[in-house]
């Protein structure tokens, strides 16, 4: 296997769409190094993207922030702004793991695992956020949740990285939210995570919503039906009714160890409603 730690975009994408077999991007290892380790890898080649100043700095950027893809889920929470602009996010990345994972696994490793129950996708989904990916054709932004297909599968192409995420400015009376529901207290996969951004206007009547769940279909999804029962409430119980159900609609569970369709279904609901409570909240206070 051949090892290549590039200090360039440019290089690491050379590399990547030049190789002939199996090349893969190093970010934090968390995933790579373990699926490697148990041999369901055997990347020819290793490019890692920590070298690279620009996929390891947050900044701001139009009223929002831009993020690194190799930056680690504690680094964000260590960020003196991006906490109190966008809670949801920074908490979902660091519910990944432990302590120790959260010092080295990325938000686009998360992402680019291709796993339907990654935690930080949901809450990326839900803010707006967008990627911004590289490769040998030049770079495109594209929305998050247009990034992943399907389980272990992108809309990448060959040579194509993840450089950053863009958060985009939060208006007004905006917050957002990030919950999972594991059967553990910690180092579990989620049965179910859901992410929700709103906003309300000076009446407390929610204005504009995302709702994003995770774990619950082959993809993470955003659903369009589960926001509209928030936009136009105070979150009264008639619209977390409307709301639960949606969620429950939108999902096509897998049955597994961790809990059967049904259960996941009704667990969509319950965790659609508590993150809506938590954002809504979060956002009346500013
Ligand atoms: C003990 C343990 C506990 C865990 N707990 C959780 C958890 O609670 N929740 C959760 O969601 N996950 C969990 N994970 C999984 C893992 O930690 C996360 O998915 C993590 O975010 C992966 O990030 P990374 O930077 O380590 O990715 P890596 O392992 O470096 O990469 C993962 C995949 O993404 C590709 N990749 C990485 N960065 C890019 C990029 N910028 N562009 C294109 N492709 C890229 C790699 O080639 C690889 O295929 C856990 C893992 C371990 C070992």
Not at 82 to 105: F, K, Y
Request: aromatic content about 2%; hydrophobic content about 45%; charged content about 25%.
């Amino acid at each position: 296997m051949r090892y290549e730690a590039p200090s360039s975009l440019e290089q690491a994408v050379g590399l990547l769409a030049a190789a002939t077999g199996d090349a893969r991007v190093l970010a934090g290892g968390t995933d790579l190094l373990v699926q490697m380790r148990t041999d369901i890898l055997n990347p020819d080649l290793v490019v890692d993207i920590k070298h690279i100043p620009e996929l390891r700095e947050v900044k701001e950027e139009a009223g929002g922030f831009r993020i690194g893809a190799a930056v680690t889920g504690a680094e964000l929470k260590e960020h003196p702004r991006l906490q109190s602009v966008w809670p949801g996010v920074v908490e979902a990345a660091n519910l990944i793991g432990s302590t120790q994972i959260q010092g080295r696994a990325t938000m686009g490793g998360n992402l680019c695992n291709g796993s339907p129950a990654a935690d930080s996708v949901p809450a990326l989904i839900a803010a707006g956020a967008k990627a911004s990916v590289v490769g040998p054709n030049g770079r495109r932004e594209i929305a998050v949740e247009e990034v992943m297909l399907a389980p272990r599968k992108l809309s990448l192409t060959k040579g194509e990285i993840i450089a950053s995420f863009l958060l985009p400015a939060r208006g007004r009376g905006s917050a957002d939210a990030y919950l999972r529901f594991i059967p553990r207290t910690e180092m579990d996969i989620a049965v179910v995570g859901c992410g929700i951004a709103l906003t309300v206007d000076g009446n407390g009547v929610v204005s504009r919503a995302r709702v994003s769940l995770g774990a619950v279909a082959a993809r993470p999804l955003l659903v369009e039906a589960a926001a509209n029962a928030l936009i136009g409430s105070k979150l009264e119980d008639a619209a977390l009714k409307k709301l639960d159900a949606a969620a429950g609609a939108a999902c096509k569970p897998i049955d597994d160890k961790r809990g059967t369709k049904e259960y996941r279904i009704k667990v969509a609901g319950v965790l659609a409603r508590r993150t809506a409570a938590i954002a809504y909240e979060r956002a009346r206070k500013g």
